[in-house]
């Protein structure tokens, strides 16, 4: 799992307008680009839409083709293990490695 974070935190993430323009196919191109990384399939980990989650973010610059943010625009859940099967569109808790 932590290979699989260090792929993902160190790549950089672009998307067209028209893609960036819902939740839902913002949430796909990044769970598409994500997979798609170097060194992804060795982890045998796949990130799916439901991993990924949209944050708010504030503009404070743009113009035709591009715009600077401020915050984070997204963050990616993966379950490391379960005392249960997990199947997809189950709903997990989860518990923070101490």
Do not use: F, H, P, W
Not at 63 to 86: C, E, H, P, R, W
């Amino acid at each position: 799992m932590a290979d699989a974070k260090e792929i993902i935190e160190r790549a950089t993430y672009t998307m067209i307008q028209s893609v960036a323009n819902t939740v839902e196919s913002a949430r796909r191109e990044l769970a598409e680009q994500i997979n798609g990384l170097s060194g992804m399939d060795e982890t045998e980990i796949i990130v799916t839409e439901k991993d990924i989650t949209i944050e708010s973010v504030t503009v404070i610059d743009k113009s035709d083709t591009a715009a600077a943010v401020d915050g984070s625009l997204y963050s990616v859940s993966i379950i490391s293990g379960s005392n249960k099967n997990i199947e997809e569109g189950d709903r997990v808790r989860c518990v923070e490695d101490e």
